[in-house]
């Protein structure tokens, strides 16, 4: 079935980045898509986080549509039809095929970087409590990036030069992962939240938790 495309209200939403529009290219990095042709963006996400969509369709200016398979999968969509858009978001490594391709953000200032990855954890990232285990007496967050292996990478040189890390990335079936866990997971989540004006709040709950 065809999709409808939405002209937007603001094509020029990532002409220039700011905190809130380096977040949804973190998002959209994960969770995003850009046509082949380049002019058009489309983003599904799973209905129970409908409600994040509609900020991100808000500041797009366009509008979510939901869609139920026969499956039993049920998802909320945005698709967009803005040559503007999608070249601005290939300046920032968002282009077609980006996930076979291996493509890298690029032109992210440390400013704005952070914004950036809390967008991308949103997406294609995890936040957990795990139970405590028989090497492990207490309960522990955990996080976790999935994705390409240019990207991981990329994320996990700024937090370990960041924070003096030495975790590495590894191998998850035809994807990569870096994983961070105890202190150091709660260390990067209080950086990648403090300042945050946007976020996805089933996850930051889990955060809240800790604080």
């Known amino acids: 079935m065809a999709r409808p495309r939405i002209q937007p209200r603001n094509p020029y939403c990532f002409h220039t980045l700011n905190a809130t529009s380096a977040y949804w290219c973190g998002f959209i990095m994960a969770d995003g898509s850009v046509s082949k042709c380049g002019k058009f963006l489309s983003i599904c996400i799973s209905r129970k986080d409908k409600q994040h969509l509609e900020t991100l369709a808000q500041f797009l200016g366009v509008k979510v549509k939901d869609y139920d398979y026969n499956s039993g999968v049920n998802v909320s969509e945005i698709h967009v039809c803005s040559e503007?858009?999608?070249?601005?978001?290939?300046?920032?490594?968002?282009?077609?095929?980006?996930?076979?391709?291996?493509?890298?953000?690029?032109?992210?200032?440390?400013?704005?970087?952070k914004h950036f990855i809390r967008g991308y954890l949103d997406?294609?990232?995890?936040?957990?409590?795990?139970?405590?285990?028989?090497?492990?007496?207490?309960?522990?967050?955990?996080?976790?990036?999935?994705?390409n292996k240019a990207t991981i990478s990329w994320i996990l040189e700024i937090i370990n030069q960041r924070f003096n890390f030495t975790n590495s990335i590894y191998a998850c079936k035809s994807s990569w992962?870096?994983?961070?866990?105890?202190?150091?997971?709660?260390?990067?989540l209080d950086w990648l939240y403090d300042d945050?004006?946007?976020?996805?709040?089933?996850?930051?709950?889990?955060?809240?938790l800790t604080i």
């Open 84 to 113: 503007q858009i999608c070249q601005d978001l290939s300046k920032y490594g968002i282009i077609p095929n980006k996930s076979r391709v291996n493509a890298q953000p690029s032109n992210l200032s440390n400013k704005i970087v």
């Open 123 to 147: 997406g294609d990232g995890s936040i957990s409590i795990m139970k405590p285990t028989k090497r492990c007496k207490q309960s522990y967050l955990r996080i976790n990036f999935t994705g």
């Open 177 to 188: 992962q870096i994983a961070f866990a105890g202190k150091r997971a709660i260390t990067i």
């Open 196 to 208: 945050a004006i946007v976020y996805l709040r089933r996850k930051y709950a889990i955060y809240a």
